[in-house]
T-cell receptor
């Protein structure tokens, strides 16, 4: 059974720092992996989608990598800003449209 | 990617009543998904809704409690029936499109009193 783990559960850093969020999964037979952010009480915003054949994706200050063989993905945020404060979720998609979710990393960027 | 309009954004309801949540997608999609996110928890899939067929419910969720309609390829509703305080959660709809992955609605924050 697929399990997704996100470390750390919470992270607080000063504005301007570069940071890395981690996501690990137990079964490498995934269809894709997607990173989302969620603001308190709100829906989810898709950040990056990495398909199983890809190694990384970039969007602005965000870069996500995928290493299927080791069951790991990282989300790199460059030059963090207070507006980046949110909960970041990773989810792996298995072939039957099932999303398996991590518990999230709550990120606080201090001005 | 798809754009989803979800309504209402929040509601406070009396126990024993029902609430219907609507999701409208700006393009045709085969599958729509309904999720629940209880306070402090991650997302739990309630059901998958395909147009023209009965929704498929996950373990622990039943049609009598969470009836779903999917009248066409751009619209779906989820009803939370006979509500109790334990139903207080954020409810989200989602669609999937190849190359774009999953897109979520803005969520409905439900409080049952």
């Amino acid at each position: 059974k697929q399990e997704v783990t996100q470390i750390p559960a919470a992270l607080s850093v000063p504005e301007g720092e570069n940071l890395v969020l981690n996501c690990s999964f137990t079964d490498s037979a995934i269809y894709n992996l997607q990173w989302f952010r969620q603001d308190p009480g709100k829906g989810l915003t898709s950040l990056l989608l990495i398909q199983s054949s890809q190694r990384e994706q970039t969007s602005g200050r965000l870069n996500a990598s995928l290493d299927k063989s080791s069951g790991r993905s990282t989300l790199y945020i460059a030059a963090s800003q207070p507006g980046d404060s949110a909960t970041y979720l990773c989810a792996v998609e298995e072939s039957n449209y099932q999303l398996i979710w991590g518990a999230g990393t709550k990120l606080i960027i201090k001005p | 990617s798809a754009v989803i309009s979800q309504k209402p954004s929040r509601d406070i309801c009396q126990r024993g009543t029902s609430l219907t949540i609507q999701c409208q997608v700006d393009s045709q999609v085969t599958m729509m998904f309904w999720y629940r996110q209880q306070p402090g928890q991650s997302l739990t899939l309630i059901a998958t809704a395909n147009q023209g067929s009965e929704a498929t419910y996950e373990s622990g969720f039943v049609i009598d409690k969470f009836p779903i309609s999917r009248p066409n390829l751009t619209f779906s509703t989820l009803t939370v029936s006979n509500m109790s305080p334990e139903d207080s959660s954020i409810y989200l709809c989602s669609v999937v499109k190849d190359l774009y992955g999953y897109t979520f609605g803005s969520g409905t924050r439900l409080t049952v009193v």
